[in-house]
């Protein structure tokens, strides 16, 4: 049996039938899978849906509506399925959905400020790049997918989501209303590959429906940059809930929350502080996080992580009167800081300059 499911995982997943239907074929990992659906039938009700599949399935989830299974009947507000919204599918199995109906032309989109929950209505992956048009470039502040996310920052895209995918939802972080429309994609330039980063972690964590976003900015341990070996991993309640080897500039971690099912019980609860650690091979050291450490759900932090903490610009593990006078001389140019790291450190109010606001407020922080 699992054969066979492997050789349906690996076909195309849009066959035209005889009758000029077309079939797609979904495959569901056990637990939440963020999808979208550009192929329906007419009737759009979840039990016609879902019906080859119900026994395997647990709950759907769109933005702002849920159905849960209850003694094999639906419950809840989530009633039907629409070509551009995305859901979480959870499931108890691997298993298979396939679909038949009509591929329905893409339509515009109204997306709200903050998060939106939309579909991905082509049958051909495309880079962000490409897929986003100009004129999305004020409005659109992130993009989350499953366990990847991409940010709109100076200019440019960071973060381990580089493509949207067939079949895929996405949520979408807006600054602004707006009506908006994906590019087409260019068919031969694209292809259906899986461009999700693999983490070749050797941790365990669940994949949640809840996700909060820490792009790490910057990265120091002892005076230098981490390198792409170290792993940075979260934490919450004693318990890792994501983790991503460092890539570099903005690297971007997913913070699994608790969405009330089992395998995420122990996870990140709304406004709970965060802690991260990193490791290389059987090393592991607490970090401190500059910036914010509260877990919000479909939020992005930019943050940055030191072994020292903020003000500790010799190292010492302490903040005292040594600290002041480094930054001083920086200040008045006697001995300028060129180490990154200790650059970091001393801009205590991350306004990307030293000066005497930030001796006021390392001065405060010794005196607590």
């Given amino acids: ?45 979840i039990d016609n849906i879902f019906e080859d599949i119900e026994y395997d399935l647990v709950s759907i989830i769109s933005e702002g509506e849920i159905s849960h299974q209850v003694n094999n009947e639906w419950v809840g507000s989530l009633t039907n399925i629409e070509y551009d919204k995305g859901y979480w599918i959870i499931t108890s199995n691997v298993t298979l959905l396939d679909i038949q109906g009509d591929l329905i032309e893409p339509s515009a989109y109204i ?13 051909n992956s495309q880079s962000i790049e490409n897929g986003i048009p100009f004129y999305m470039n004020n409005n659109l502040y992130a993009i989350i997918g499953e366990n990847s996310a991409a940010l709109f920052s100076e200019g440019q895209i960071f973060g381990s989501l580089s493509h949207f995918e067939p079949n895929k939802g996405y949520w979408f972080l807006m600054n602004s209303l ?77 913070a699994m929350g608790n969405d009330t099912y089992s395998d995420t019980e122990n996870y990140c609860e709304e406004m709970q502080n965060i802690s991260i650690t990193i490791e290389n091979g059987n090393n592991s050291y607490e970090m401190y996080i500059l910036g914010n450490t509260e877990w919000h759900n ?6 940055s992580i030191s072994n020292f903490e ?44 030293i000066n005497i606001a930030d001796i006021i407020l390392i001065v405060d922080l010794i005196i607590e």
């Fill in 1 to 45: 049996m699992m054969i066979i499911l492997y050789i349906l995982l690996f076909l195309k997943g849009s066959i035209i039938l005889a009758d000029d239907t077309t079939n797609n074929i979904h495959y569901f990992t056990s637990g939440p899978n963020l999808v979208s659906f550009n192929i329906l039938p007419e009737n759009t009700s």
């Fill in 111 to 123: 997306l709200y400020p903050g998060a939106n929950l939309i579909s991905y209505p082509y049958s």
């Fill in 178 to 254: 707006i009506p908006f429309e994906y590019n087409i994609p260019i068919e031969q330039h694209e292809d259906n590959n899986d461009y999700r980063m693999d983490d070749d972690l050797d941790i365990d964590y669940k994949q949640s429906t809840m996700q909060s976003v820490f792009f790490i900015k910057q990265a120091f341990y002892n005076g230098a940059n981490l390198e792409n070996s170290d792993n940075i991993l979260i934490h919450c309640n004693n318990t890792y809930v994501g983790g991503r080897a460092w890539s570099g500039y903005m690297t971007d971690v997913i």
């Fill in 298 to 303: 479909n939020e992005i932090s930019i943050v």
């Fill in 310 to 353: 903020l003000g500790d610009i010799n190292f010492s593990n302490t903040l005292n009167v040594t600290d002041i006078i480094i930054m001083i001389d920086h200040i008045i140019q006697n001995n300028l800081l060129i180490n990154e790291h200790k650059l970091l450190l001393a801009d205590i109010n991350f306004d990307n300059s």
